[in-house]
């Protein structure tokens, strides 16, 4: 399967936002967004139009999430079936197993929780799932597999249960956790994209 190599701090750079890629490093001094800030854009480029403000959207949404195109023009058509695709197409990637398992805590950002994924370190209920794009159901059971080395061990030791988003839960030990609910509308409030410019932009 094809991977995107650019550099992390780059795109967030280019897209002028912060897109958590690179996990705690994002939130700490060495940010390449906080030191350096934004890429200028030339004096003599003219004001973005719509199609391009819809377009870096739909690219800062793709980008956070870590999907291809192809993938994610599938979820949105996804999202377009079942109602609001605005809200829809957000509750469906938060969904997603390599997502979940970034918000229980497993993982310090979504690139490391897709590698763990797909490394088969996950199981859902029971069997082994490898997929990234798996998307949970409520009830499902989410549980690291044979941690391996410290690294994995500690950050199961150290999730907060506290601070899990209000549609998970886990236990005591960190090494598991449960969907308690379906991520409704208030749970994606806080994301920071226009999603009414993404379904502009799919809708022309």
């Known amino acids: 399967m094809a991977r995107d190599l650019s550099p992390s701090c780059k795109r967030c750079r280019r ?3 912060k897109l958590f ?14 030191r350096r800030g934004a890429k200028e854009r030339s004096r003599y480029s003219r004001r973005a ?4 403000l819809q377009l870096k959207e ?23 079936k079942r109602g609001n695709p ?6 469906l990637l938060e969904r997603r197993l390599d997502n979940v398992v970034y918000r229980i805590g497993w993982a310090q950002s979504r690139p490391q929780a897709r590698q763990m994924v797909r490394h088969g370190h996950i ?5 082994k799932v490898d997929i990234t ?8 059971q989410i549980e690291l597999r044979k941690p391996e080395g410290a690294s994995a061990q500690e950050r199961a030791e150290l999730v907060d249960t506290t601070k899990l988003v209000p549609w998970l839960s886990a236990d005591s030990g960190g090494k598991k956790a449960q969907i308690e609910r379906l991520p409704a509308a208030e749970d994606v409030a806080d994301i920071p ?6 379904v502009g932009l799919y809708s022309k």
Do not use: P, W
């Not at 605005?86 to 509750?91: E, F, H, R, T, Y």
């Not at 199981?123 to 069997?127: L, N, Q, Y």
């Open 15 to 17: 897209e002028g936002e």
């Open 21 to 34: 890629l690179k996990g705690e490093r994002c939130l700490s001094e060495k940010c390449a967004l906080s």
């Open 123 to 127: 199981a859902v209920s029971g069997h």
């Open 86 to 91: 605005a809200i829809g197409l957000l509750l």
């Open 49 to 52: 139009s719509a199609y391009a």
């Open 193 to 198: 994209i226009n999603t009414q410019l993404v």
């Open 58 to 80: 739909k690219q800062k949404l793709r980008l956070m999430y870590g999907m291809f195109e192809s993938q994610f023009r599938r979820f949105f058509k996804m999202a377009a």
């Open 133 to 140: 794009s798996y998307l949970v159901k409520a009830a499902d």
